[in-house]
């Protein structure tokens, strides 16, 4: 998810560098170190901008531009299911601000999402020192109750309607850092 305007930032922070890297294209190559299916790069604001400074070599990984980005997060949490539809056994919704997820940390939820594969409406996110983070994992089975979700709100929202919401305690602090601002960036 990186549609949005960066307005905390007073910059375009889905091109800051990490490392060298712009900071989504660090999200971007960690998600596609592991063996999804489809990896999908949802984008808005400045979305012609990105896709000529992001170039990705890998088959899995689409643009998905969302033109509605200015209606807020659900638009893009929306686009992302309909993509996904039911051909998927769901949705991992990575933050493109959150660059800093530790490998450990997408393997172990790859681990947790294969032990509830037989179980539907399943909703498994991790946490840091009792803050829930991201990525979070949402079954296909919730995907008709992201649909009715509307403004600037994420996936939260749907929580109560999943059978399982499995919450699991990491060592990563990446998993609840997300860079906002320039006390964020600078400090990270």
């Known amino acids: 998810m990186a549609a949005g305007q960066s307005k905390r930032m007073n910059d375009f922070k889905q091109l800051l ?19 999804f299916e489809r990896v999908l790069g949802v984008i808005g604001y400045q979305a012609e901008l990105l896709m000529s400074e992001i170039h990705v070599e890998d088959s899995r990984f689409s643009w998905l531009n969302n033109k509605d ?42 681990s947790k999402i294969e032990e509830q594969r037989a179980l539907k409406r399943v909703v498994i996110q991790p946490s840091y020192q009792k803050e829930r983070g991201h990525p979070v994992f949402l079954s296909k089975e919730l995907f008709p109750h992201l649909y009715r979700l509307e403004g600037d709100i994420g996936a939260k929202q749907i929580f109560s309607a999943a ?24 400090y990270s």
């Open 163 to 186: 059978d399982i919401h499995e919450i699991f305690p990491v060592k990563d602090k990446g998993v609840i850092s997300d860079i906002d601002n320039p006390k964020d960036y600078f």
């Open 69 to 110: 980005y200015k209606d807020g997060m659900s638009t893009s949490l929306k686009k992302a299911a309909a993509y996904c539809s039911t051909q998927h056994n769901g949705l991992m919704v990575f933050l493109g601000d959150q660059p800093f997820i530790t490998q450990d940390t997408i393997r172990s939820l790859l």
């Open 17 to 35: 560098p990490i490392c060298g890297t712009p900071m989504l294209a660090n999200v971007i190559n960690k998600v596609l170190s592991f063996p």
